[in-house]
């Protein structure tokens, strides 16, 4: 469960809505309404009603897949703390996750994927949110669920499952703030911006104290205070009747308790006097980052969308003035970025700058001084608020792509904007924002306005931050051996029990819905790209992709991270056009296109509105048979490369994997070197090198084109004739010496100084991804560790309270696949870490039996109703039918196994290739108290501690 300044992206505008709000129909009146974008054309069918207790229903009838969603959002974030009890709402949104009244212990967290579904919830400073996607013969006991946690958990809450709760968000913590780098930035800003008592001067996870603090009458209070139905919007999308849905609510829902009413909180904007700057030396970071942080105005102020717009118009492309001046002239910093973030209460705008190794933050901040006078100057043109616009026409039918997007839009723009149809005045205050609208908030909110300006610096780097800063106020925590509190949850806890008029015990099942898999169309064109299609016209989108066998394994030895800088250099201009030109064209189009390298391929991705699909090909064909490939250009995507390499080793997580991935593999196998090169490898590569593997590599015949969305096969054939003028083979796979795990040691270990966590990587190679036992092994591993109901979330997070989240999955490949199991524990349970990891995996298979196969044959099955939602999910099916030559129906041809297994066979299965014995270790946490605990799980194992440093070399 998250918590953050912002719960998701996907309904980042319905949390930044910025007008007034149309006014709200009356308490107990249902409106039928059919809502529509008129400039966009997109049209939502809801129903919205109230029920007595206050609880207000929104109800979307959609019958394109066999599933339903609940959305339930309640009216209280961090925003609705006191100072002393902060972090309460995301606590409080961990603890509904446990028991209630009527439903099994656990079953909130475990029953809903056990039955093909999935669930999770979030916290933001504003409010919280729970949410759920189910097969809809399980709509019935999703209710159950829902209503369950909504009215009737309070009395089941105790000390143990206070306790542990406690422990789990202490975790996220650690592995979200405490454990990375710049991950402090928040409190700082806020502690800084905001006046003591103000509602957002604390983070949404709070401080430590105050959750440690918490009691059962704390908990109780707040759920009484705000956990009131008049406080909740629900929202259910998805296959259903409208009619006797409103049945069910009724029976689930109706008999909650109303409660008191929640007073609406007041907008609180803050104003500074002057700048106030401030230095931490961060314990992780490896490059000097600078945020310029300004107040403006909460959501719905006439402000908030020119703000919006004004971050993209300085920061968000190659022809901005603050990117033109620090990124492509002065070469400061790979990136920069500028956004506004209106909430409930106040809002803020942020230029933020990630600059390049040993680089002064005085001088960045000229730079910006600099841009931003550059902006007055030259101003804004009509086109660039075209593209603006264009681009947000694009994002915006892409928030309504799933019934989980649609619950999630309708009940946040209920719940703060009064409406569920609130999108329709998004889109005309978009449209109607002005370039003098632009420069008028410009000028009032950021231009030579105080700030709070942070300057996060690696560790004993201090002389990189400005001269004025003063040393902001963190707390590091100390992690200190037998200091958490041991909790014994009992299974048999005896609680009152609310009377009920209803029967509250579990539903059965309805019917099992039909699986529909989306027809496939195939093709190759005279140039000999493999064309691969699926036409879906729910939606006027278009997802698209085109792969490039090869990747990283066809860069040149010693020149790993060759196919990465070509990826970058595909968007710095054609020969037609400029990287700027470029952008604006796509931008102009609604169009977004990435390109990305990984060890086996080069891939483009991209959407854009079906209307504008032609004219986007036109444009990838100019990207890719003309590239500019410009030396000034090069120069400075080498220079961002070797930052971002230096920035991830940083990160103890990345760290972890890169070594694992070198262990596993093989020291020298190029398997095991890291997606993306070294800084050795990167150093030594220049243009030459990059045109060579462009000329050699980037052909139309045999690479894989995928189209899915409302174009159908003959229109994207016709646009894939944009590349008549292109000939050639791709590169194919080389030949690779079979991989052998390293045998020096079975467990290996990374110091990172002082870390609050230890990161836990085990595995074993597999075969490679197209032999018959992959499907298998991803199955049987579904119960071990395939999600929150497996054993390794359960045991390491439900039960022992040691991590955030503990999981296992197979990553395939075209040589070799890998089992992978993985956690970010507590730094003092590293030990007992270890060793849960080695009992689960090593008895699973003695453990696993015809009831776990039954729960695992449910999940499986049912979890392919929502397996082709998306335009996504049905783009990653045709690349996986592509590049493994897959049949069409693998999918059906997966299910038949999963209904067909039985218990012998699973055995066999883990048997074979889940066998702790095979496995090796790695171990990234703090040397000085975990190294010798780490040393004596290995001799555990009658194996010797290798220790590495962050590059995987033994020390």
């Known amino acids: 469960m998250k918590a953050g300044t912002y719960l998701f992206g996907i309904f980042a505008l319905a949390t930044a809505v910025t007008a007034c709000a149309p006014t709200a129909p009356s308490s107990k009146e249902s409106v039928k309404k059919e809502t529509k974008a008129e400039e966009a054309g997109l049209k939502i069918d809801y129903e919205k009603y109230q029920l007595d207790n206050g609880l207000t229903v929104i109800l979307h009838e959609d019958k394109s897949d066999p599933i339903v969603s609940l959305a339930?959002?309640?009216?209280?974030?961090?925003?609705?703390?006191?100072?002393?009890?902060?972090?309460?709402?995301?606590?409080?949104?961990?603890?509904?996750?446990?028991?209630?009244?009527?439903?099994?212990k656990g079953a909130n967290r475990k029953m809903i994927p056990e039955l093909g579904g999935s669930r999770n919830g979030g916290t933001w400073s504003d409010g919280t949110i729970y949410y759920e996607v189910v097969p809809k013969d399980a709509f019935d006991k999703l209710l159950w669920i829902d209503s369950d946690r909504l009215g009737f958990m309070i009395n089941t809450v105790t000390e143990p499952t206070l306790e542990r709760e406690k422990q789990v968000v202490k975790n996220e913590k650690r592995q979200r703030v405490d454990n990375r780098p710049y991950g402090h930035t928040d409190h700082v800003i806020r502690k800084a911006l905001y006046p003591a008592g103000h509602p957002y001067s604390w983070t949404v996870i709070g401080d430590l104290e105050d959750l440690q603090a918490a009691t059962l009458e704390d908990v109780k209070g707040f759920y009484n205070e705000f956990y009131t139905p008049s406080n909740v919007t629900l929202v259910i999308a998805g296959d259903i009747d409208i009619e006797a849905t409103k049945e069910k609510v009724?029976?689930?829902?109706?008999?909650?308790?109303?409660?008191?009413?929640?007073?609406?909180?007041?907008?609180?904007?803050?104003?500074?006097?002057?700048?106030?700057?401030?230095?931490?030396?961060?314990?992780?970071?490896?490059?000097?980052?600078i945020r310029i942080t300004l107040p403006t105005v909460e959501q719905y102020h006439p402000d908030a969308y020119a703000l919006d717009m004004l971050g993209e118009l300085l920061a968000g492309s190659k022809d901005t003035p603050l990117y033109e001046l620090l990124v492509t002239e002065k070469q400061v910093a790979p990136n920069v970025s500028a956004y506004h973030s209106a909430q409930e209460v106040a809002g803020t705008f942020t230029l933020r700058v990630r600059a390049n190794s040993g680089q002064p933050l005085d001088e960045v901040h000229a730079l910006i001084e600099q841009g931003l006078a550059t902006f007055k100057e030259k101003g804004v043109t009509d086109a660039q608020l075209t593209r603006i616009r264009a681009q947000t026409e694009t994002a915006f039918y892409e928030q309504f792509e799933s019934i989980l997007n649609k619950s999630l839009q309708l009940g946040i723009y209920n719940e703060y904007a009064q409406s569920p149809d609130f999108y329709t005045t998004e889109i005309a205050q978009i449209n109607s924002v002005t370039t003098e609208d632009i420069m008028r908030v410009f000028s009032k909110y950021v231009l030579n306005k105080p700030a709070v300006i942070t300057n996060f610096v690696p560790k004993g780097e201090v002389q990189l931050a400005m001269d004025i800063a003063t040393k902001a106020n963190v707390v590091e925590e100390q992690i200190i051996e037998g200091a958490e509190k041991e909790f014994n949850e009992s299974d048999n806890v005896v609680f009152k029990r609310t009377k009920t008029k209803n029967d509250r015990s579990e539903p059965a099942l309805t019917d099992l819905p039909a699986i529909n898999v989306p027809?496939?169309?195939?093709?190759?064109?005279?140039?000999?790209?493999?064309?691969?299609?699926?036409?879906?016209?729910?939606?006027?989108?278009?997802?698209?992709?085109?792969?490039?066998?090869?990747?990283?394994?066809?860069?040149?030895?010693?020149?790993?991270?060759?196919?990465?800088?070509?990826?970058?250099?595909?968007?710095?201009?054609?020969?037609?056009?400029?990287?700027?030109?470029?952008?604006?064209?796509l931008g102009l189009l609604g169009a977004s296109v990435n390109v990305s390298a990984s060890k086996y391929d080069i891939t483009l991705r991209g959407s854009v509105l079906a209307k504008n699909y032609r004219e986007t090909m036109a444009l990838v064909s100019?990207?890719?048979?003309?590239?500019?490939?410009?030396?000034?250009?090069?120069?400075?995507?080498?220079?961002?490369?070797?930052?971002?390499?230096?920035?991830?080793?940083?990160?103890?997580?990345?760290?972890?994997?890169?070594v694992f991935s070198t262990k596993l593999y093989g020291d020298e196998h190029p398997l095991g070197i890291a997606t993306g090169g070294t800084?050795?490898?990167?150093?030594?590569?220049?243009?030459?090198?990059?045109?060579?593997?462009?000329?050699?590599?980037?052909?139309?015949?045999?690479?894989?084109?995928?189209?899915?969305?409302?174009?159908?096969?003959?229109?994207?054939?016709?646009?894939?004739?944009?590349?008549?003028?292109?000939?050639?083979?791709?590169?194919?796979?080389?030949?690779?010496?079979?991989?052998?795990?390293?045998?020096?040691?079975?467990?290996?270990?990374?110091?990172?100084?002082?870390?609050?966590?230890?990161?836990?990587?085990?595995?074993?190679?597999?075969?490679?991804?197209?032999?018959?036992d992959i499907y298998p092994i991803e199955y049987a591993n579904t119960s071990l560790g395939g999600g929150i109901s497996g054993r390794l979330a359960q045991t390491l997070r439900i039960e022992k309270g040691f991590t955030y989240g503990a999981y296992s999955y197979v990553r395939g490949g075209p040589y070799h696949s890998a089992f992978i199991a993985s956690s970010?524990?507590?730094?003092?349970?590293?030990?007992?870490?270890?060793?849960?990891?080695?009992?689960?995996?090593?008895?699973?298979?003695?453990?696993?039996?015809?009831?776990?196969?039954?729960?695992?044959?449910?999940?499986?099955?049912?979890?392919?109703?929502?397996?082709?939602?998306?335009?996504r999910s049905k783009l990653r099916m045709l690349e996986e039918i592509s590049e493994y030559n897959r049949p069409s129906n693998y999918v059906e041809l997966q299910q038949n196994y999963a209904l067909d297994a039985n218990l012998d066979e699973v055995h066999r299965v883990i048997e074979q290739y889940i066998q702790e014995p095979a496995m090796i270790y790695v171990v990234a946490g703090d040397g000085n108290t975990q190294r010798e605990k780490v040393a004596a799980f290995a001799a555990s194992l009658d194996s010797p501690l290798v220790e590495l440093d962050i590059h995987g070399a033994v020390l």
């Open 72 to 104: 339930t959002v309640v009216h209280v974030g961090s925003n609705r703390e006191k100072p002393g009890r902060t972090g309460f709402a995301h606590f409080f949104e961990h603890m509904a996750f446990n028991d209630s009244e009527n439903v099994p």
């Open 250 to 289: 009724a029976y689930w829902f109706g008999e909650i308790d109303a409660g008191k009413s929640v007073a609406p909180i007041k907008p609180m904007p803050v104003s500074l006097d002057s700048d106030i700057t401030l230095v931490h030396e961060d314990n992780f970071a490896r490059l000097p980052e």
């Open 519 to 585: 027809d496939v169309w195939q093709h190759t064109t005279k140039l000999g790209i493999n064309a691969y299609g699926i036409e879906d016209t729910e939606l006027p989108l278009v997802n698209f992709s085109m792969r490039f066998p090869g990747g990283q394994l066809l860069d040149a030895s010693g020149k790993e991270g060759t196919s990465a800088l070509l990826a970058d250099m595909l968007f710095e201009g054609t020969e037609k056009r400029t990287a700027a030109e470029f952008e604006q064209a």
């Open 622 to 658: 100019e990207m890719l048979t003309m590239p500019a490939f410009k030396q000034a250009d090069f120069d400075r995507i080498k220079q961002a490369q070797l930052t971002n390499i230096k920035q991830s080793l940083s990160n103890p997580s990345r760290t972890a994997f890169n």
């Open 679 to 772: 800084l050795t490898s990167i150093e030594s590569i220049t243009l030459e090198d990059v045109e060579a593997y462009y000329a050699t590599n980037i052909k139309p015949r045999g690479s894989q084109y995928h189209s899915v969305g409302a174009v159908n096969k003959a229109s994207v054939i016709a646009a894939l004739s944009s590349f008549s003028d292109w000939s050639g083979a791709t590169g194919s796979l080389p030949n690779l010496k079979p991989a052998v795990t390293s045998t020096d040691s079975r467990v290996f270990f990374i110091d990172i100084p002082d870390a609050k966590q230890s990161v836990i990587y085990m595995g074993k190679l597999l075969p490679n991804a197209q032999n018959d």
């Open 824 to 871: 970010q524990v507590r730094s003092n349970v590293t030990k007992e870490s270890l060793e849960e990891f080695k009992r689960l995996v090593g008895d699973y298979k003695d453990t696993f039996n015809e009831e776990d196969l039954s729960v695992m044959q449910n999940m499986v099955i049912k979890g392919n109703a929502r397996a082709f939602e998306t335009l």
